[in-house]
C-alpha cells in the first residue's frame, strides 16, 4: 500500500472524528494519545494534509492539540512531509511541540550546588517576588526545558515551589514544584570514556542540513539538524544568523543555559528562551549544538546560528562528545571534539 492509498483508507475509516470530539476523560491512559503545543503565534488546521488544501481554522500560541496519528504527506514539504491529524482537519508538525502533562512529586531535600530539572507539563508560569510589584509573573516554561532547582520555597498560593537559578540574568524565580522533574546525574553522565579524544568527530553537512558523529572514523550517528537561518542582508554591526562554517573545537558545556535577549518580561512573543537543554558551544558568538523546545522542524535553516536539534538527540552528543561536563556546574570549559561545519 502506497502513502496515497494509506491517507485515503485513513480518512474513510476515520471520517467520523471531524463530527465528533475525542472524549479525554475516557481516555484512562494520559500516554495513549499524543497532544502537542502550538509554538508560534498561530497555525492553520487543513482540510488535507497539504498546504494547497482549505484553510478550516487556526489554532493560537500555546493551545493544547490532541494529535490522533501522523500523516507522512506526499505533498511535503520534501524537508519535513510530517503532519498531524487533529480535530476537523490537519496540522504540520513544524510548529508541534509533542508534550505531556506529567506532575512530579516534591524533593525537599535539594543540595546546596543546585540540581537539574526537567519540565513535565506543557507550559508552567513562573512568578518572581519582589517589595515593588509582590508576586510578579515573568517568563513561561515549556516542556522539556531544563532548569537549576536550588531550594524549595512556599509559593503564592501555599504550595512547595522551586526556586530556580537563572543564569543569565543571575536571578532567582520560583517554579510550581510539582511541574519539574529531578534529573539524577547519571541521566546525563559521560559515554563512550574509553574512545580516545582525537578518534571522535562531529561533521555537520549545511546543504543537506545533516548531523554525523563517527569514532575512528567510523559513523556511529546520523541526524538531520536544523541550522542558522541565511540572511540575504545583514545589518551592519549585527551577528549573522547563517552558522559559521570551518572547523572548531567544543569550549564550552552547560546543561540548561538562558538564550535571548535578557529582559524581564511576560511578554510570550519575546525573544526569550530559558532553560534551552544540553548544550555544547563550539563557535564564536555562542553557536552551540542544543536541543529545542519551540520547534520541530528539522531539515531546514531555523535558528539564528545554533545547530538546533531534538532534545534526546542533543543530550546524547552532550555526553558523548569530549570532554566531560562537571557534574552540579553551571558550564564546564575545556578544549574539546572537533567540529567540522561546511
Same mark, same amino acid.
Not at 83 to 101: E, L
Given at each position: 500500500?502506497?502513502?496515497?492509498?494509506?491517507?485515503?483508507?485513513?480518512?474513510?475509516?476515520?471520517a467520523g472524528l471531524a463530527f465528533s470530539p475525542y472524549n479525554i476523560a475516557n481516555n484512562s491512559n494520559e500516554d495513549?494519545?499524543?497532544?502537542?503545543?502550538?509554538?508560534?503565534?498561530?497555525?492553520?488546521?487543513?482540510?488535507?494534509?497539504?498546504?494547497?488544501?482549505?484553510?478550516?481554522?487556526?489554532?493560537?500560541?500555546?493551545?493544547?492539540?490532541?494529535?490522533?496519528?501522523?500523516?507522512?504527506?506526499?505533498?511535503?514539504?520534501?524537508?519535513?512531509?510530517?503532519?498531524?491529524?487533529?480535530?476537523?482537519?490537519?496540522?504540520?508538525?513544524?510548529?508541534?511541540?509533542?508534550?505531556?502533562?506529567?506532575?512530579?512529586?516534591?524533593?525537599?531535600?535539594?543540595?546546596?550546588?543546585?540540581?537539574?530539572?526537567?519540565?513535565?507539563?506543557?507550559?508552567?508560569? +513562573?512568578?518572581?517576588?519582589? @517589595?515593588? $510589584?509582590?508576586?510578579?509573573? &515573568?517568563?513561561?516554561?515549556?516542556?522539556?526545558?531544563? *532548569?537549576? /532547582?536550588?531550594?524549595?520555597?512556599?509559593?503564592?498560593?501555599?504550595?512547595?515551589?522551586?526556586?530556580?537559578?537563572?543564569?543569565?540574568?543571575?536571578?532567582?524565580?520560583?517554579?510550581?514544584?510539582?511541574?519539574?522533574?529531578?534529573?539524577?546525574?547519571?541521566?546525563?553522565?559521560?559515554?563512550?570514556?574509553?574512545?580516545?579524544?582525537?578518534?571522535?568527530?562531529?561533521?555537520?553537512?549545511?546543504?543537506?542540513?545533516?548531523?554525523?558523529?563517527?569514532?575512528?572514523?567510523?559513523?556511529?550517528?546520523?541526524?538531520?539538524i536544523a541550522s542558522g537561518i541565511n540572511q540575504a542582508n545583514v545589518?551592519?554591526?549585527?551577528?549573522?544568523?547563517?552558522?559559521?562554517?570551518?572547523?572548531?573545537?567544543?569550549?564550552?558545556?552547560?546543561?540548561?543555559?538562558?538564550?535571548?535577549?535578557?529582559? +524581564?518580561?511576560?511578554?510570550? @512573543?519575546? $525573544?526569550?528562551?530559558?532553560? &534551552?537543554?544540553?548544550?555544547?558551544?563550539?563557535?564564536? *558568538?555562542? /553557536?552551540?549544538?542544543?536541543?529545542?523546545?519551540?520547534?520541530?522542524?528539522?531539515?531546514?535553516?531555523?535558528?539564528?546560528?545554533?545547530?538546533?536539534?531534538?532534545?534526546?538527540?542533543?543530550?546524547?552528543?552532550?555526553?558523548?562528545?569530549?570532554?566531560?561536563?562537571?557534574?552540579?556546574?553551571?558550564?564546564?570549559?575545556?578544549?574539546?571534539?572537533?567540529?567540522?561545519?561546511?
Amino acid at each position: 500500500m502506497n502513502r496515497r492509498e494509506f491517507l485515503s483508507l485513513s480518512a474513510l475509516s476515520l471520517a467520523g472524528l471531524a463530527f465528533s470530539p475525542y472524549n479525554i476523560a475516557n481516555n484512562s491512559n494520559e500516554d495513549s494519545m499524543d497532544i502537542g503545543r502550538v509554538c508560534i503565534e498561530s497555525v492553520s488546521i487543513y482540510s488535507k494534509p497539504s498546504d494547497k488544501s482549505e484553510i478550516l481554522y487556526q489554532r493560537y500560541r500555546n493551545e493544547i492539540i490532541h494529535l490522533y496519528y501522523d500523516v507522512i504527506s506526499d505533498d511535503g514539504p520534501d524537508y519535513n512531509p510530517r503532519w498531524y491529524r487533529v480535530w476537523g482537519g490537519y496540522v504540520h508538525s513544524a510548529r508541534i511541540q509533542k508534550v505531556h502533562f506529567r506532575t512530579n512529586p516534591v524533593i525537599y531535600d535539594v543540595p546546596e550546588t543546585g540540581v537539574l530539572a526537567e519540565l513535565t507539563v506543557p507550559v508552567s508560569q +513562573i512568578k518572581r517576588n519582589t @517589595t515593588v $510589584y509582590g508576586w510578579q509573573p &515573568i517568563y513561561r516554561l515549556y516542556y522539556g526545558s531544563v *532548569h537549576w /532547582v536550588i531550594g524549595v520555597e512556599e509559593g503564592p498560593d501555599g504550595t512547595p515551589w522551586y526556586k530556580v537559578f537563572d543564569e543569565l540574568l543571575d536571578i532567582p524565580y520560583l517554579v510550581q514544584a510539582e511541574h519539574l522533574r529531578l534529573i539524577a546525574p547519571e541521566e546525563y553522565s559521560p559515554i563512550a570514556t574509553d574512545v580516545p579524544f582525537n578518534k571522535k568527530k562531529i561533521e555537520v553537512k549545511l546543504a543537506t542540513q545533516m548531523l554525523y558523529a563517527y569514532e575512528n572514523d567510523k559513523l556511529i550517528f546520523e541526524t538531520n539538524i536544523a541550522s542558522g537561518i541565511n540572511q540575504a542582508n545583514v545589518p551592519a554591526g549585527t551577528v549573522p544568523t547563517r552558522t559559521p562554517t570551518g572547523i572548531f573545537n567544543i569550549a564550552s558545556k552547560k546543561p540548561s543555559t538562558h538564550m535571548g535577549d535578557g529582559f +524581564i518580561t511576560d511578554d510570550i @512573543t519575546a $525573544y526569550e528562551l530559558p532553560g &534551552i537543554p544540553w548544550v555544547s558551544f563550539f563557535a564564536p *558568538h555562542g /553557536v552551540a549544538f542544543h536541543g529545542t523546545y519551540w520547534h520541530d522542524n528539522y531539515g531546514i535553516p531555523m535558528s539564528h546560528g545554533c545547530i538546533n536539534m531534538r532534545s534526546d538527540e542533543a543530550l546524547w552528543l552532550y555526553r558523548w562528545s569530549d570532554f566531560q561536563a562537571k557534574e552540579g556546574k553551571i558550564e564546564t570549559t575545556g578544549y574539546g571534539t572537533q567540529v567540522t561545519v561546511s
